[in-house]
C-alpha cells in the first residue's frame, strides 16, 4: 500500500498510539491489571442513574427517540441544543454569548483536530506556524495532532515548591515567546496530567498576550467549568471573543457519547463547522439528546457540583494520603491537586527513566502513564521529564490503594537499586 504523506504520519506508530496500544494488551494479557493509566471517568452510580433516567425518558417518545436517530443534525449541531447551551452561559457567568457563539463536535478531540490544523501548520504564504503551549506538561492527545511537524512549542514551567512535598507549576513569563510563527496558544484547565488550574492571573496575563499578538487564547476546559467542574479551588472561568473555550461531555461521565462544545465567536466558529461538515458531515445526536434536558433544566450545574466534583475531590484527598503513607522516604513531590483526576507525581533524581519505571510498574500489574508523554512541543533535554508519571484516580477506592502501594514499592526499589 502506498501511502500519502498524511497516511504515514496518521496511519504509523506515533507516540500515543504505541501507549495506548501497550495499555490495552496489558490489559488483555492481564486483566486483574490495575489500571491507572486511562482518561476514563470514575463510575458514579447517581449520575448514572440520571442519565438512565434521560435515556429512557427519550425512548418513551417517539419524536425524540426519532431525533435521536432518524436525523442528520445541523454541521453545528441542533439549534435548540446550542441554546440551551449559550443560555446557562450567559446565565452563569454573564458571557455575551448567543447560539452562533457554539458549535457540537463528535468528541473534543477532533474539535481539537480541526482547530489547531486550521489555525497551525502550512499557511497559504508559504510560513509555517505552530500552536504555543505556555505550561508544559500538557495532554498526550494533541501531540500527534498536527498534519505537519514542528506542530507546536512549548515554554518550560516555573516550579513552585510547596509544604508537605506538594509541588506547582507556574507559567513562566520571563520565557513565554510568542513570535510570528504562533498561531494560538492552548491550555487545559484545569490541566491533564498535573491537576493543575491556572491561576485567574496566569489566563488574564495570557489573554493579554494573545490579543496583543491578535491569536486565539484556547482554553481545554475538558474538566472544567461549568461542567464537569473538577476544579478543588476557586477558579474564574474565562471567555471573551479572542478565546476559544473547548468543553466536553466526557468526564461527566459520557465518555461514550461523544459530544464535544467549541465556544468561541462566530468567525471561528463559522470557519470551525464548515471544516467540521467536510469531515463529519454532522455531529451524533446522542450527547445532545440525553444532555439538553440537563442543560435546560440547569440539572448539569447541580449534577457538576454536587455529584463529579465532591467524587473527584474525595478520591484526590485519599489518594494523596494514601501515596503519603506508601512512600516512607523515597523522595516524592505530588503537584497539588487542583482538579482533573489525575495525581502527577515526581521523583527528583530517579535513577531510571519513566518509561522504565512505566515497564516494571506493569511487571507488577499497575499501569501508569509515563510523564515524558506530556511534553509535546518541548525538547528532550530537561531531566525533569523522565522522573514524573500520571496515575489516574478515577477507578475504586480499593483498586487505587493497591495500586499506590504498588507504585511506591517499585520506586522505593529503583532508588535502592
Ligand atoms: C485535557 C483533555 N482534553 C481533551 C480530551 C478529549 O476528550 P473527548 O474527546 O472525550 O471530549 C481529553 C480526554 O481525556 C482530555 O483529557
Redesign the pocket.
Known amino acids: 500500500m502506498k501511502l500519502s504523506a498524511f497516511g504515514e504520519k496518521f496511519s504509523g506508530s506515533t507516540g500515543i498510539v504505541e501507549l495506548m496500544d501497550d495499555l490495552g494488551t496489558a490489559l488483555n494479557e492481564n486483566p486483574d491489571m490495575i489500571f491507572m493509566g486511562g482518561?476514563n471517568p470514575g463510575r458514579i452510580p447517581e449520575a448514572e442513574a440520571i442519565f438512565k433516567k434521560r435515556l429512557e425518558a427519550v425512548l418513551q417518545d417517539p419524536q425524540q427517540l426519532h431525533s435521536l436517530m432518524g436525523i442528520y443534525q445541523s454541521p453545528q449541531g441542533d439549534k435548540l441544543f446550542l441554546n440551551q447551551i449559550a443560555s446557562l452561559l450567559r446565565k452563569e457567568f454573564g458571557w455575551d454569548v448567543s447560539d452562533r457563539n457554539i458549535a457540537i463536535s463528535n468528541?473534543?478531540?477532533?474539535?481539537?483536530f480541526i482547530l489547531y490544523n486550521m489555525l497551525a501548520g502550512s499557511m497559504p504564504d508559504g510560513t509555517h506556524r505552530s500552536i504555543h503551549l505556555p505550561l508544559a506538561p500538557e495532554?498526550i492527545?494533541y501531540t500527534d495532532i498536527g498534519l505537519s511537524e514542528q506542530f507546536f512549542t512549548a515554554t518550560r514551567p516555573e516550579i513552585e515548591l510547596l509544604d508537605e512535598r506538594m509541588f506547582k507549576y507556574h507559567v513562566d513569563f520571563s520565557k513565554l515567546q510568542i513570535t510570528q510563527q504562533t498561531a494560538a496558544m492552548c491550555v487545559?484547565r484545569p490541566?491533564?496530567p498535573t491537576g493543575n488550574v491556572l491561576t485567574d492571573n496566569e489566563v488574564e496575563h495570557l489573554d493579554e498576550i494573545a490579543q496583543a499578538a491578535d491569536i486565539p487564547l484556547i482554553i481545554?476546559g475538558?474538566?472544567g467549568l461549568p461542567f464537569p467542574g473538577i476544579l478543588f479551588n476557586e477558579a474564574k472561568p474565562h471567555w471573551n471573543q479572542n478565546t476559544v473555550l473547548?468543553l466536553?461531555?466526557?468526564?461527566l461521565g459520557l465518555?461514550g457519547v461523544?459530544?464535544?462544545i467549541v465556544v468561541a465567536r462566530e468567525e471561528i466558529i463559522q470557519a470551525f463547522s464548515n471544516a467540521n461538515t467536510v469531515v463529519s458531515l454532522a455531529c451524533g445526536n446522542f450527547g445532545p439528546t440525553i444532555a439538553r434536558e440537563l442543560f435546560r433544566t440547569g440539572e448539569i450545574l447541580s449534577l457538576s457540583r454536587n455529584l463529579i466534583k465532591p467524587f473527584y475531590q474525595e478520591r484526590a484527598t485519599q489518594a494523596v494520603k494514601w501515596f503519603r503513607e506508601s512512600f516512607g522516604d523515597v523522595p516524592y513531590r505530588i503537584h497539588k491537586p487542583e482538579g482533573?483526576i489525575f495525581l502527577w507525581l515526581w521523583f527528583d533524581g530517579l535513577p531510571i527513566s519513566s518509561q522504565e519505571l512505566y515497564e516494571r510498574l506493569k511487571r507488577r500489574g499497575v499501569l501508569v502513564v509515563p510523564g515524558h508523554n506530556f511534553f509535546p512541543g518541548m525538547d528532550t533535554g530537561w531531566r525533569h521529564q523522565q522522573e514524573c508519571i500520571r496515575v489516574s484516580y478515577a477507578q475504586d477506592g480499593d483498586t487505587v490503594r493497591k495500586g499506590i502501594a504498588l507504585i511506591a514499592e517499585e520506586v522505593a526499589r529503583a532508588y535502592k537499586q
Open positions: 482518561g468528541g473534543s478531540q477532533p474539535a481539537f495532554y492527545g487545559s490541566t491533564n481545554d475538558a474538566y473547548v466536553s461531555l466526557s468526564k465518555p461523544r459530544t464535544g482533573a
